[in-house]
């Protein structure tokens, strides 16, 4: 068990790590996208706490420094979701995250909702999509960041749960970019949601799955997202490092693989940074991504000091993950290379 204590100022302390924050200059302006974070996940604490009070609820409980895996840690990432309850919680909260992530040298973010874990406490499914969208516009207006949802299906909720939150958000496609899988991956495999994501294919969204860090079957879970779902992304994946074939066929199809490096910290005990050296020199499409910031101790900006840290990366490394970063991304061409030339005129001082 990894379990830390809340240090002052918001910031997690554990025994594994201490997290600086933003203490980069060069980091925090350099241009960057942002592929894997859990709208959920950015709920800090303190907002939490004061959503309860507004609702009549009871305080929530500290967070832990670090967990003993992703079970342990959904728990408490589920029970602190009770206090998101109206439009203005959710507008709220995709406002304070996209403040946080313009801090940060995010120019555009693809980020992650879970609507089965608010229309299952009895939240419409309209109040929630409605309050993020309004941020986001709300963000465009104020100068960025741009910003594209992906709605997840929560995969230990089944697939006729998942069928019936499609169908929910099917007036909502011009919303919801994409859709992912998110969630316990124990027990469930990538194939249990085929079907649902030929559905979600075929309405043209955008695909993606999570393939967590050192879970059972991983390397099946990586094939069957890449042979019977087609993705169009991998979230985490780090496990493809075990499969040579595997290896070779995410850099032939350019997949991008989202690296989660305070996740898997907070989760694992170890950061991973070798594995991002590994897949750097393999030519894998790897990007830097915060997953659940409120709870791992850090941002996106925080996760490229720390891998920088670990990983021993320099100025031009930092640029090639920015540059991967808007490649991954679902933007159109043009955009993505706007993007990549913002990254290349910023290390060059321009
Ligand atoms: N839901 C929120 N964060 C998650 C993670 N890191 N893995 C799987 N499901 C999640
Ligand atoms: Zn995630």
């Known amino acids: 068990m990894h379990r830390g204590v809340p240090g002052s100022h918001g910031v997690y302390e554990t025994a594994l790590h201490s997290v600086k924050h933003m203490g980069d200059a ?5 241009p960057k996208c942002e ?6 996940g950015t709920l800090e604490p303190g907002h939490c706490a004061a959503l309860a009070g507004r609702h009549g609820l009871a305080a929530p409980g500290d967070r832990p420094g670090a967990y ?6 959904l728990s408490d990432y589920y029970a602190a979701l009770d206090c998101l309850r109206d439009e203005q919680d959710f507008f709220d909260l995709t406002a304070a995250y996209l ?3 313009r801090r940060q040298g995010v120019s555009y973010v693809e980020m992650f909702f879970d609507p089965q874990a608010h229309t299952s406490r009895g939240v419409p499914f309209d109040l929630v999509v409605s309050g993020i969208h309004r941020a986001q516009e709300d963000a465009r207006m104020r100068g960025g960041p741009g910003s594209a949802l992906i709605l997840c299906f929560l995969r230990d909720a089944g697939a006729a749960s998942a069928k019936s939150t499609l169908e929910a958000a099917s007036p909502y496609r011009g919303w919801i970019l994409g ?3 998110d969630s316990n991956e124990e027990g469930h495999p990538p194939d249990e949601y085929a079907e649902v994501f030929a559905a979600a294919r075929a309405a043209g969204f955008r695909l993606t799955m999570h393939c967590d860090p050192l879970q059972a079957d991983a390397v099946t879970h990586l094939w069957q997202c890449l042979e019977l779902i087609g993705v169009d992304r991998v979230d985490h994946g ?6 040579e074939r595997l290896c070779e066929q995410l850099r032939r199809r350019r997949l991008g693989l989202t690296f989660c490096p305070l996740s898997n910290l907070r989760l694992y005990g170890d950061l991973m940074g070798e594995a991002v050296t590994e897949m750097l020199a393999r030519d894998l499409l790897v990007t830097v991504n915060s997953d659940d910031p409120a709870y791992f101790g850090g941002y996106v900006a925080d996760n490229y000091e720390a891998l920088a840290d670990a990983a021993h990366l320099d100025r031009a490394d930092l640029a090639r993950l920015a540059r991967a970063s808007f490649e991954a991304s679902w933007l159109p061409a043009e955009s993505k290379a706007a993007h990549q030339r913002a ?3 910023y290390l060059s001082g321009g």
């Open 238 to 243: 780090v496990d493809c490092l075990r499969d």
């Open 35 to 40: 592929l894997h974070v859990h709208l959920e």
């Open 99 to 101: 403040g946080t992530a």
């Open 179 to 181: 859709v992912g899988l």
């Open 68 to 73: 003993d895996g992703l079970a342990d840690f």
């Open 343 to 345: 990254v290349d005129d």
């Open 26 to 30: 060069f980091i925090a302006g350099l």
